[in-house]
T-cell receptor, first 114, second 113 residues
Framework: KAGVTQTPRYLIKTRGQQVTLSCSPISGHRSVSWYQQTPGQGLQFLFE???????NKGNFPGRFSGRQFSNSRSEMNVSTLELGDSALYLCASSPGSGSTDTQYFGPGTRLTVL | GENVEQHPSTLSVQEGDSAVIKCTYS??????FPWYKQELGKRPQLIID?????GEKKDQRIAVTLNKTAKHFSLHITETQPEDSAVYFC????????????FGSGTRLSIRP
């Protein structure tokens, strides 16, 4: 099976702009979770989608949003970008039966906000 | 809220020695504890996990122990090798579809030749 893929791999934006990141899960996986990874903060959970519905949400402002399509592909959107949003954004997919499923991570999208 | 603390943040050991990374969790209902390894420039990958119905699990040079009473679990790597150099993350979650996985802050392990 193909692994989790993310596009784009690298992105440079300026403050105030918005950005959309995409994640394609492993075939058959119905859950997609998004994480923000920064050097000082580790892996911070953003949200999880399952069957096109947000099932869990982390402690991020409303500028961070997401959605999931019927084919389980997911997008994450960040509006009004701030310098502090520069990070590696990872998505992870799992079969979706519960949080004890193994999470398979994608390669990440490195976002730089100037 | 739920929290997972991980120590140490950095660890340097001589090749061939053992390395131990410790995590504590706050949610007493947590019953699933995975460990992920992230090599430089690569994605995190699951290396071992343990569920609350067992106290220890081994896989070759890697072992994880769990103490539910004290709410802590540890990763043990024996006979360390250069390829063990990476950042290791512990995590904890409940076995509920509505639960999320909480990650520790990571440990950067360096193996000295």
């Amino acid at each position: 099976k193909a692994g989790v893929t993310q596009t784009p791999r690298y992105l440079i934006k300026t403050r105030g702009q918005q950005v959309t990141l995409s994640c394609s899960p492993i075939s058959g996986h119905r859950s997609v979770s998004w994480y923000q990874q920064t050097p000082g903060q580790g892996l911070q959970f953003l949200f999880e989608y399952f069957s096109e519905t947000q099932r869990n949400k982390g402690n991020f402002p409303g500028r961070f949003s997401g959605r999931q399509f019927s084919n389980s592909r997911s997008e994450m959107n960040v509006s009004t970008l701030e310098l502090g949003d520069s990070a590696l954004y990872l998505c992870a997919s799992s079969p979706g039966s519960g949080s004890t499923d193994t999470q398979y991570f994608g390669p990440g999208t490195r976002l730089t906000v100037l | 809220g739920e929290n997972v603390e991980q120590h140490p943040s950095t660890l340097s050991v001589q090749e061939g020695d053992s390395a131990v990374i410790k995590c504590t969790y706050s949610d007493s209902a947590s019953n699933y504890f995975p460990w992920y390894k992230q090599e430089l420039g690569k994605r995190p990958q699951l290396i071992i996990d343990i569920r609350s119905n067992v106290g220890e699990k081994k896989d070759q040079r890697i072992a994880v122990t769990l103490n539910k009473t004290a709410k802590h679990f540890s990763l043990h790597i024996t006979e360390t090798q250069p390829e063990d150099s990476a950042v290791y993350f512990c995590a904890a979650s409940r076995s509920s579809s509505a639960s999320k996985i909480i990650f520790g802050s990571g440990t950067r392990l360096s193996i000295r030749p």
